[in-house]
């Protein structure tokens, strides 16, 4: 996946960013400028990225139009971002509602935006990263498609997490000796708790910086728990429009939070590309490690 427009550079607006500076190859810093993300942490890191519109739509559910590509009008820029987050993280999980609407994607640095996939290698190498991060695909239903690139390409090291049911369904089918399957116990209702997920994934995986591109419902797990340090929020400027009971999705999906336990949140940066805003929230306040 790619754009064929050339990123533009990140305006600096406000920074409160925490953590170590990211060895960023000289091109990415020119876009970037100094990027820091916690780089040392004694328990996982847990990151979410996302783009939304300005009223708050990150997919807009329609045939052929799914996926935050036609959110954030598929900016370069964004991708750009989507791939350092990528090449730094040890771990990226996402819901298996994410692989059947974008079948055929790989959650990778490269695929996202291939014109810098030397400087994402790069950037890998200087953070001592010897091995791609691991894709985990997470699903209650164990409905998954193994035929799809993903767990056929053998190009990235691949975690399935399921039900004790949902592996029953994954082992009907041939699974690549390259697939880790997992399975746990769901809460009631059905999901898999954001601290189970985790813990097979620190089990699976070296490090402890884990990004999370969703989707909504998995986004809710880990904020529902209080799992999630830090959301990336690209703020596109567009309007996608609601009419009732559309089943657009917003940034998270599954629970209220406000009133009676609104999630408040710290701002830690803002960059500007355009008229995108690139915004950074912590979620949970932690102890200098
Ligand atoms: N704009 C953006 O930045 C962005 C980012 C991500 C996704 N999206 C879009 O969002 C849409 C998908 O939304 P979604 O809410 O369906 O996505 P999702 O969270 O990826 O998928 C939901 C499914 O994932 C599994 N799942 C999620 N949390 C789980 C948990 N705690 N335990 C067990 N299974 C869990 C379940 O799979 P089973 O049904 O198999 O049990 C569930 O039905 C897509 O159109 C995607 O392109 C947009």
Redesign the pocket.
Known sequence: MSTDKRPETFVPLYSQERGDKLPLPASLAALLGDFRLPLKTQSPYVIG????TIDGV??L?EQGH???GP?SGFLASDHVLMGVLRAAADAII?????LR??PGHRWTAEYIYPAFAQEYRDLRLALGKTIPPLTVL??????IDLNQGLFQRREVPVLIITTPE?EKRVRTKKIPSWVQLASVQ?QQGG??S?QN?LTLVEQACHGQLFLT??????LN?FLSEGQLDELFLTLAPQLAGHIHNDQR?AVV?GAHFAPDRPLWSTLQSVRLVGSHLFLRYAFRERERE
């Open positions: 990225n996302f783009a939304s990150v997919s559910n799914t996926g935050g959110i996402v819901g298996a509602g994410t609407d974008e997470v699903s209650a239903s164990g409905h949902g769901p999901n898999i954001a997920i591109e969703g989707g909504p419902q998995l797990a999705p999906m």
